[in-house]
């Protein structure tokens, strides 16, 4: 029998294979994508309410679609109604790819 050290020292070269963990991180990511959802008339009226209730430092949670996945963020926002955006720290959301909202503080 083969001691575990030496078993495992065998597959050792395919971590050599550069980018391999990242391709399949990636096809990972792909296959868990999702279709966007059709919002309800109740949550669309819903997040227009709240867009009219934001202020400058006003604290919202957000869920918005992006590339097949939803995310949620916490935090200060910008509306920019003419460009219909939502602008984060760190991301711009488009107003069409918001699932919902809701004013913390």
Known sequence: MMEREKR???FA?????TGLKDAIRLKEYEHNAK??????????EKISNNMKKIEKKTIVKLKYYYEGHEYEYIGNIK??????????KDKIISFNDLLDLDILA
Not at 13 to 17: E, S, V
Not at 35 to 44: A, G, R
Not at 80 to 85: E, F, K, M, S, T
């Open 8 to 10: 495992a020292k065998q």
């Open 13 to 17: 070269p395919f971590d050599a294979l």
């Open 35 to 44: 279709m966007k959802k059709d919002l309800s008339d109740d949550i669309i």
């Open 79 to 88: 509306l920019n109604i003419v460009d219909l955006i939502i602008e984060t």
